[in-house]
């Protein structure tokens, strides 16, 4: 079974964009980016799925690895830089800032729960296994 992570950046309710060489600079030591649109992670089956453009406001990650993986400490300081927000079927939002958080547009909320807030990877771990 496959199981994805979705991260989205939001300002006052709609997507907002950030440079994607963010997250070339937190991933590259950790994954394969010879292809632009698909980072496979080094010691993982998981795969960082990007759009080729210098500013995104999103990506996702397909079977993101274990949770001792240097993977996560990456995923929460991009998601603090960023200022954006995690989320998966069944869970979240999870953001790891006020800002973030507060950004969410309110049919998310709707849909998913009010945005919990993490700072650690063994919080969020907790959340995913929740869910």
Do not use: C
Not at 83 to 111: C, D, F, Q
């Amino acid at each position: 079974m496959s199981f994805d992570i979705f991260v989205t950046a939001f300002q006052d309710g709609k997507p907002r964009a950030f440079p994607r060489a963010m997250l070339e600079k937190a991933f590259g030591p950790l994954a394969d980016m010879s292809d632009p649109t698909w980072w496979k992670l080094k010691d993982s089956f998981a795969g960082i799925q990007v759009d080729d453009e210098a500013e995104i406001s999103d990506f996702s990650v397909n079977r993101p690895p274990g949770d001792d993986h240097p993977f996560w400490p990456a995923l929460l300081r991009v998601l603090d830089e960023t200022s954006s927000v995690l989320y998966w079927p069944g869970g979240g939002p999870v953001a790891v800032n006020e800002t973030a958080a507060a950004s969410v547009p309110p049919v998310m909320v709707k849909k998913l729960g009010a945005v919990q807030t993490v700072k650690t990877v063994a919080e969020l771990m907790r959340l995913i296994g929740e869910s």
